[in-house]
C-alpha cells in the first residue's frame, strides 16, 4: 500500500477476504454459513450463481440445505465452546459461594478510577 490515505478503498476487498475464510470454530466460512456456498469472487454474490449445483435446487430444498448447515455450525460451536471451557477450567477447584461468605476482592486502580 504506497498511500495510507487509501486504506478505506481496501475496506470491501479485506471484508471479502475475511468472510471467504474458513473460521476454526465454526468449520465453515461466514459466507458460507449465510448463503449456503463460498462464492468465489465478489460478483458471485449478485442476485444467484449459477455454477453452483446447490442454487438450481428449488425454494423449499435451499431452506431445508441452510437450516441444515446452521445446526451443523451450532452443533460444532457448542462442542468448540464446551472443549475450551474443560480445557480452560483444567486443574480448577469449583467453589461454591453462599449468602454470607466473606471473599477476598482485588480492585486495581486502573479499572476504577476515583
Not at 48 to 62: N, S, Y
Not at 67 to 96: A, C, F, M, P, Y
Request: hydrophobic content about 30%; proline content about 6%; aromatic content about 10%.
Amino acid at each position: 500500500m504506497q498511500n495510507i490515505r487509501e486504506w478505506e478503498e481496501l475496506l470491501p476487498h479485506i471484508e471479502f477476504a475475511y468472510n471467504r475464510v474458513v473460521h476454526s470454530t465454526t468449520s465453515h466460512s461466514p459466507f458460507e454459513v449465510v448463503y449456503g456456498f463460498n462464492p468465489l469472487t465478489p460478483l458471485d454474490l449478485l442476485p444467484l450463481p449459477t455454477h453452483e449445483a446447490r442454487t438450481c435446487q428449488d425454494g423449499e430444498a435451499k431452506a431445508k440445505y441452510i437450516q441444515d448447515l446452521h445446526s451443523q455450525v451450532k452443533k460444532t460451536i457448542e462442542r468448540r465452546v464446551k472443549k475450551q471451557q474443560e480445557d480452560g477450567n483444567k486443574g480448577r477447584k469449583e467453589l461454591i459461594f453462599q449468602e454470607g461468605d466473606w471473599v477476598w476482592l482485588h480492585l486495581r486502580k486502573e479499572r476504577f478510577p476515583t
